[in-house]
C-alpha cells in the first residue's frame, strides 16, 4: 500500500537554527508532493507544493522542499527557523491514476517542531 | 483563513449518540474530503464527494455517512458513537479531482465522546 513516512516525530531547535524535516513516500510513479503546517490548535495549511518541474520549491515563511525522485524523498528546509515556526508540518503525497487523476492524499504521521526562543 | 468553513467547533455528546458536521467548500470548488485525525491514527481520509456525488472512500466506519447538497455543503454523519471517535474531524475542498489538485483545509471540528 502506499505509504508516507516522516521519521523525526519530535524536533527541539533554537532560534536561527537551520531545519530539516524528512519525508519519504513508498514507491515511485507520477506524484504530487505537499507540506502542511499545524500551528496550535489551528487547522492545516499549505506550506509548499510540488508537482512538476524544478524540483526545488519555495514556500510560504521561507520554507523550500526539495523532490528527490531517486530517492522517494520531498525534504522540507528553513535556513533559520523562528519561534513562531513552532507547529506540526505533515507531509502528503497523491499519486496519479493510470487515468492521469489523482489519488487521495496520504499524510505522513506529522514531526512536532518545537523552537525554543 | 481557506474559506473552508465548519460547524460545530466543538461538539460534546455520549456514547451511542449520533452528530452531525457540517462543512462548507471554498466559493467555486466542487471537491469537499473528510478527514479524521487523531492520536493514534493519524490524519486518515474518509470519504470524498465530486458535485454532488461520491467519488472514493477512505478508512470510513460503517456507523459513519456522509453527502454532499445541491449548494456544495457537506455533512458528515456519525452514528452509534463510540470513546474511539473522539477525534478531529476535518474538512477540506478542491476546485476539482486532478493531476494537479491543492486541497485547502477548514478548521476542524473537535468531537468529544464521553
Known amino acids: 500500500a502506499q505509504s508516507v513516512s516522516q521519521h523525526n516525530h519530535h524536533v527541539i531547535l533554537s532560534e536561527a537554527a537551520s531545519l530539516e524535516l524528512g519525508c519519504n513516500y513508498s514507491?515511485?510513479?507520477?506524484?504530487?508532493l505537499f507540506w502542511y503546517v499545524q500551528y496550535p490548535g489551528q487547522h492545516l495549511q499549505l506550506l509548499l507544493k510540488?508537482?512538476?518541474?524544478?524540483?526545488l520549491v519555495k514556500g510560504i515563511k521561507g520554507f523550500e522542499a526539495e523532490f528527490i525522485k531517486s530517492k522517494f524523498s520531498f525534504n522540507l528546509r528553513k535556513p533559520s527557523v523562528q519561534w513562531s515556526d513552532t507547529a506540526e508540518y505533515f507531509c502528503a503525497v497523491n499519486w496519479a491514476t493510470l487515468s492521469g487523476s489523482a489519488r487521495q492524499l496520504t499524510f505522513g504521521s506529522g514531526t512536532q517542531l518545537t523552537v525554543l526562543p | 483563513d481557506s474559506g473552508v468553513t465548519q460547524t460545530p467547533k466543538h461538539l460534546i455528546t455520549a456514547t451511542g449518540q449520533r452528530v452531525t458536521l457540517r462543512c462548507s467548500p471554498r466559493s467555486g470548488d466542487l471537491s469537499v474530503y473528510w478527514y479524521q485525525q487523531s492520536l493514534d491514527q493519524g490524519l486518515q481520509f474518509l470519504i470524498q464527494?465530486?458535485?454532488?456525488?461520491?467519488?472514493a472512500k477512505g478508512n470510513i466506519l460503517e456507523r459513519f455517512s456522509a453527502q454532499q447538497f445541491p449548494d456544495l455543503h457537506s455533512e458528515l454523519n456519525l452514528s452509534s458513537l463510540e470513546l474511539g471517535d473522539s477525534a478531529l474531524y476535518f474538512c477540506a475542498s478542491s476546485v476539482t479531482p486532478g493531476p494537479q489538485e491543492t486541497q485547502y483545509f477548514g478548521p476542524g471540528t473537535r468531537l468529544l465522546v464521553l
Open positions: 510540488y508537482f512538476s518541474g524544478d524540483p
Open positions: 514507491y515511485g510513479g507520477t506524484v504530487n
Open positions: 464527494y465530486y458535485n454532488g456525488e461520491e467519488r
